[in-house]
Nanobody, 126 residues
Framework: QVQLVESGGGLVQAGGSLRLSCAAS?????????????MGWFRRAPGKEREFVAA????????KYADSVLGRFSISRDNAKNAVYLQMNSLKPEDTAVYYC??????????????WGQGTQVTVSS
């Protein structure tokens, strides 16, 4: 089973940018290949349910975004590094949340996600 580790969270002022990274940890089995799976980012704000943010297909050829982040966030991946990224621009206080990386059951997001990282905190000050 893959173990996903997020990084790159922090405190930023409104209008600023952050880039989140997600990588398969060293404890993941040796022949694991993130390239077989779609990947996604989710977030959970205080007192709210976890919500979808963005997803990317196995090749990176297809992406999907929540309406709330469309045009501001960009998801990408580097299969050679078993890594996926979330570039967040024009951040707003309402983007404050714990952000989670997730691996899909298949090559894109249509069958849902079944592996999750521990999350990284993003705080946007006004």
């Amino acid at each position: 089973q893959v173990q996903l580790v997020e990084s790159g969270g922090g405190l930023v002022q409104a209008g600023g940018s952050l880039r989140l990274s997600c990588a398969a940890s060293g404890r993941t089995f040796s022949n694991y290949a993130m390239s077989n799976y779609g990947m996604g980012w989710f977030r959970r704000a205080p007192g709210k349910e976890r919500e979808f943010v963005a997803a990317i297909s196995w090749s990176g050829g297809s992406t999907k975004y929540a309406d709330s982040v469309l045009g501001r966030f960009s998801i990408s991946r580097d299969n050679a590094k078993n890594a996926v990224y979330l570039q967040m621009n024009s951040l707003k206080p309402e983007d404050t949340a714990v952000y989670y990386c997730a691996q899909a059951r298949g090559s894109n997001w249509l069958d849902g996600f079944n592996s999750w990282g521990q999350g990284t905190q993003v705080t946007v000050s006004s």
